[in-house]
């Protein structure tokens, strides 16, 4: 069974403040992919970024960030610098691949991000 | 650039009726995903397609509720005698392999 736990409900920082969404996962694969999306008011949700876990090394694209060690099982998301257009849910999931072809999207709960003016 | 599209976007129904959603994926997209959103929580898988070949479904997809991939490109979810559980976001989801899944933005239903 593959789980994604995000704790933080909600994160409320103001505006230019940096922000760390944890994201753990469990899962029995050798293989399997992990994602960010974020999903703005508007409901639809957008894909952030993707990484395979043989591919420890962390990314950074603009203000975004992300941190993965199979160590610990995270997958964290930084954004620095935060803009009130960053507030959203944001999802950390999983996909697991189990040989006989890959399964649906495992996602967390979410974390809420309210960046405040 | 057309990306992931549903209809209807709405849907408001009488519980016991039977209802059917359409999704059309990225072109190029062998893979299609349905999944379920409820109030607060992360979407849920239901199933997906590569091309026209259901291969997998989620435990959550009882037996009221079907879907289909005729000819590898659009989608159906039908559920029958709906009830007030069903109630939920319906996002259907495309993608090119295992790359990443690209979203629609969903139908939302509503069962009185």
């Known amino acids: 069974a593959q789980k994604v736990t995000q704790a933080q409900t909600e994160i409320s920082v103001v505006e230019k403040e940096d922000v760390t969404l944890d994201c753990v996962y469990e899962?029995?694969?050798?293989?399997?992919?992990l994602f960010w999306y974020k999903q703005p008011p508007s409901g639809e949700l957008v894909f952030l970024i993707r990484?395979?876990?043989?591919?420890?090394q962390n990314e950074i694209s603009g203000r975004y960030s992300w941190n993965f060690q199979k160590s610990t099982s995270s997958f964290n998301f930084t954004i620095t610098a935060s803009q009130v257009v960053d507030s959203a849910v944001y999802f950390c999931a999983l996909m697991g691949y189990s040989g006989g072809g890959a399964d649906g999207l495992t996602f967390g709960k979410g974390t809420h991000l309210i960046i405040q003016p | 650039d057309t990306g992931v599209s549903q209809d209807p976007r709405h849907k408001i129904t009488k519980r016991g009726q039977n209802v059917t959603f359409r999704c059309d994926p990225i072109?190029?997209?062998?893979?299609l995903y349905w999944y379920r959103q409820t109030l607060g929580q992360g979407p849920e898988f239901l199933t997906y397609?590569?091309?026209?070949?259901?291969?997998?479904k989620s435990r959550l997809l009882s037996d009221r509720f079907s879907a289909e991939r005729p000819k590898g490109s659009f989608s159906t979810l039908e559920i029958q005698r709906t009830e007030q559980g069903d109630s939920a976001m319906y996002l259907c989801?495309?993608?090119?392999?295992?790359?990443?899944?690209?979203f629609g933005p969903g139908t939302r239903l509503t069962v009185t």
């Open positions: 397609f590569q091309n026209e070949a259901q291969l997998e």
């Open positions: 990484r395979n876990s043989f591919d420890e």
């Open positions: 989801a495309s993608s090119l392999a295992q790359d990443e899944q690209y």
């Open positions: 899962t029995r694969d050798t293989t399997y992919y």
């Open positions: 072109s190029e997209h062998n893979r």
